[in-house]
Nanobody, 124 residues
Framework: QVQLVESGGGLVQDGGSLRLSCAAS????????VGWFRQAPGKEREFVGS????????NYADSVNGRFTISRDNAKNTVYLQMNSLKPEDTAVYYC?????????????????WGQGTQVTVSS
């Protein structure tokens, strides 16, 4: 059974950067795609981006495309979310999740294991 733990969240000013990490333990995630999602207060969880099993293919939500970058280090069993040019509307709890597939997916139903989330707050 795999466990996912996110870290790296915090408070940052408008225009700042953060890098989130998603560390897997118990089992490898190197054979699966991994996604990042976020949920703001009063809103539904939404897709942020995902990366395929070996890291050569990514896709992103339109709202973060060009500002956020997902990467992975399978030797460390860790996936990263680099967030640049952060905006107040990026404030949310960010979750990573392991897909049931090897290719990226935007659908929450394609993910079977979720982390506990890390808070990102962007001040104006």
């Amino acid at each position: 059974q795999v466990q996912l733990v996110e870290s790296g969240g915090g408070l940052v000013q408008d225009g700042g950067s953060l890098r989130l990490s998603c560390a897997a333990s118990g089992r490898t995630v190197s054979d699966r795609a991994v996604g990042w999602f976020r949920q703001a207060p009063g809103k539904e969880r939404e897709f942020v981006g995902s990366i395929n099993w070996w890291g050569g293919l990514t896709n992103y939500a339109d709202s973060v495309n060009g500002r956020f970058t997902i990467s992975r280090d399978n030797a460390k069993n860790t996936v990263y979310l680099q967030m640049n040019s952060l905006k107040p509307e990026d404030t949310a709890v960010y979750y990573c999740a392991r897909s049931i597939w090897t290719s990226p997916s935007r659908q929450t139903n394609d993910y079977d294991t979720w982390g506990q989330g890390t808070q990102v707050t962007v001040s104006s």
